[in-house]
């Protein structure tokens, strides 16, 4: 692939809702740039775009995928985005690289809810948005119920640069607005048309769109403003400018129809990206850091040899790590050492390599402006500023979003532990959405991520890539016990077996804390009832018989020890001796003290639609929730609340079921609380039934 000068790159990335034609469009787009020689179908596995096995499986895209090509003589970097909820980090990751966005709303479903979603997305990052009605041979297909719904949802009059010639099953082709021509299409996936005068039956329908068109676009310009007041005919390369420039502003939200399985409006697409989007140097600057730590925008230049770069995506296949990153200045050559400013450290870039899916054409370098990736930079990670030494920003960090589901992972074979955690660690590499981490009190591995979808495609990619499985489980709840009272135990330790005997006793009194403060061990010995050296013996034994529980196994936390009193034998006593007297007369006094079980408790913020507001509420109160207050913003309502952990372990899939996938969540730790006795009583119980069942199993 030749390298291309930076004002004839652009980059764009194709949004929208799940099923809104996404790939279908790239696809189509690649067709016709004579990349493939067929038509790439979704349903048929066949498709450029989604070239991952869980992807074919599935049949929508889980993660981004890139395809560079040539359309008269630009360079097009395309982006094929997810739309799932559950792999929107991918998406929103993707907002970093490009440019612009083409936002797919399908023609019957309307403005969904992961459009809206996508839709403030693309205003925080200030980027130019144009829009592609897809679908319009389908059944239900409403050209002018999805005007309505972008203006009533985005607050913004749309401007149609085309209506369509028929819908459902007669659409036939577009009209241009602004040339005032008919494109009649072939219906056989060739994208071929003829052009012809709009029929007669809609001369009136396109007046009127080109009208507001017209007006439009003259308001982005006095002359054009003037030239249109005056009753003049203005040229269309002077209204193909005036588009440009209000496209560029944000003042104009373009929409163009057409179908992306049936390859109709298509190339009307491709031209409007070569003419209108764009270029890399007037995209709206990155937010930085410079080396102060003070926030910067960083504009992408041309006329600057220093090299610097943005990596926004981390792809794993069989040749191993894949960096693709966005150049915001100068240029980088394949095999030259970088200096990635993230981690303050050199590195090694590779192969430089264009994409067309998971193809891969080596190039000698990558221009300012250019989207390309870099094989094998294994200490370059997503979010990564790479420069040449004398950068002295750092692009805003990609992060990581909160996870809302969780599970205990359990490998299916034995000794198959390291390739499962080797595997999950390059996956999670790739997917900074997803995290593992072991609980320290459960001792379980966690495997957390944005939904069910989300950790089931994980789980898949571990079974394809890397040929192992895992059993997964809810993940145990990390409760605690404490005291309420205070009470007094002693305990002798006493073992004669022939020879030198055990033998250590102590008297503690225990007593509780104030929650948070831990625990205290307080020496109160006096007259040497105790010798110095066995002391320290007494509170290990205390500290690890408190780390295993008392009522129910779980560590007891917020307690004070006072050592008042023992004995000793001066044959027979040792450490193990003190230790044990100390691990037993501990077990004692807390089931003396009136034990409690405690809860974890979260904090959380929901956002649901605000019609379903009402609904989610009484849910949270059934889960034992508290609501603490909730705000209105737009068309949701904001709830927080605060809610014990066990009530929510699997809130991510009923919170979607009842908002219709609209709704989301962030939970984040509060604080301990007791649990409630009747509760408490079930919990104790399955919890000595399992350590009987794993006694009796080491037995």
Not at 61 to 70: R, T, Y
Request: charge should be negative.
């Amino acid at each position: 692939m030749k390298i291309y000068e930076s004002s004839k790159i652009r980059n764009i990335g194709i949004f929208g809702h799940g099923s809104s034609g996404k790939t279908s469009l790239a696809e189509a787009m690649l067709f016709m740039a004579g990349i493939t020689t067929r038509l790439g179908r979704v349903e048929s596995g066949n498709t450029v775009m989604d070239f991952e096995p869980e992807e074919i499986k599935k049949g929508i895209s889980i993660s981004g995928a890139v395809a560079s090509f040539d359309w008269k003589k630009v360079l097009i970097n395309l982006i094929d985005t997810p739309g799932d909820a559950n792999f929107l980090t991918d998406t929103t990751n993707i907002l970093s690289g490009v440019d612009s966005i083409l936002l797919t709303i399908c023609a019957a479903s309307g403005v969904e809810v992961i459009t809206e979603r996508l839709w403030e997305l693309c205003i925080t990052k200030g980027l130019p948005r144009i829009i592609f009605i897809n679908k319009m041979d389908r059944e239900r297909a409403d050209f002018e119920k999805c005007l309505k719904e972008i203006r009533e949802s985005f607050k913004i009059n749309p401007l149609p640069l085309q209506i369509p010639i028929g819908e459902q099953d007669k659409f036939s082709g577009v009209i241009d607005l602004l040339a005032k021509k008919a494109y009649i299409y072939e219906k056989d996936g060739s994208g071929k048309y003829s052009m012809a005068d709009p029929p007669e039956e809609i001369s009136g329908q396109v007046e009127e769109y080109r009208t507001k068109a017209l007006e439009a676009i003259a308001e982005t310009d006095e002359k054009l403003l003037d030239l249109y007041l005056g009753g003049e005919e203005i040229s269309i390369n002077d209204l193909k400018n005036g588009l440009r420039k209000g496209f560029i502003e944000g003042q104009l939200l373009p929409v163009m129809v057409g179908s992306a399985t049936n390859n109709i409006g298509i190339g009307p697409v491709l031209d409007f990206i070569t003419e209108v989007l764009p270029t890399p140097f007037e995209r709206k600057g990155f937010a930085a850091k410079d080396k102060d730590g003070q926030p910067i925008t960083v504009e992408s230049k041309e006329d600057t040899k220093q090299f610097a770069a943005l990596v926004f995506k981390t792809v794993m296949d069989q040749m191993g790590k894949l960096s693709i990153f966005r150049v915001i200045s100068g240029e980088v050559k394949s095999n030259s050492q970088i200096y990635n400013v993230s981690r303050q450290k050199y590195e090694r870039i590779g192969q430089i390599v264009k994409l067309i899916g998971k193809k891969k054409e080596p190039v000698d370098s990558a221009p300012a402006g250019d989207i390309a990736a870099a094989v094998k930079m294994e200490d370059t990670f997503t979010g990564n500023t790479i420069a040449d030494s004398k950068a002295g920003f750092v692009i805003d960090e990609i992060h990581a979003p909160i996870p809302m589901l969780s599970f205990a992972i359990q490998p299916k074979s034995k000794g198959d532990e390291e390739k499962i955690f080797g595997g999950l660690n390059r996956i999670c590499e790739e997917d900074i959405s997803l995290q593992i981490k072991r609980e320290e009190q459960t001792h379980e591995v966690i495997l957390s991520g944005m939904g069910q979808g989300h950790l089931d495609a994980a789980i898949e990619k571990l079974r394809n890539r890397y040929k192992v499985d895992v059993v997964l489980s809810t993940p145990k709840v990390p409760y605690k016990e404490t005291i309420k009272g205070r009470a007094t135990s002693r305990y002798r330790h006493k073992k004669q077996t022939g020879g030198r005997g055990q033998f250590g006793e102590c008297e503690i009194i225990i007593s509780s804390l104030d929650r948070g403060q831990g625990f205290l061990f307080l020496d109160e010995i006096v007259g040497g009832v105790i010798p110095r050296q066995y002391i320290p013996a007494v509170e290990k034994g205390i500290v690890e018989a408190s780390s295993q529980g008392v009522i129910a196994g779980y560590p007891v936390i917020d307690f004070q020890i006072e050592l008042v009193d023992g004995k000793y034998h001066e044959v027979d006593s040792s450490e193990l001796a003190f230790k044990l007297a100390g691990s037993k007369a501990f077990k004692k006094a807390v089931l003396d003290a009136k034990p409690i079980l405690l809860e974890p408790i979260m904090i959380m913020e929901i956002i649901v639609p605000e019609d379903k507001t009402g609904d989610i509420m009484g849910d949270l109160s059934s889960r034992r929730g508290r609501v603490s207050g909730y705000e209105s913003r737009g068309k949701n309502t904001i709830i927080k609340a605060i809610t014990p952990l066990a009530e929510i372990l699997k809130y991510e899939p009923d919170l979607r079921s009842m908002t219709s996938g609209k709704g989301s969540f962030t939970t984040s730790f509060s604080h301990y609380e007791e649990v409630p006795h009747e509760l408490a009583l079930k919990i104790i119980e399955e919890a000595r039934k399992l350590r009987g069942i794993e006694e009796e199993e080491e037995d």
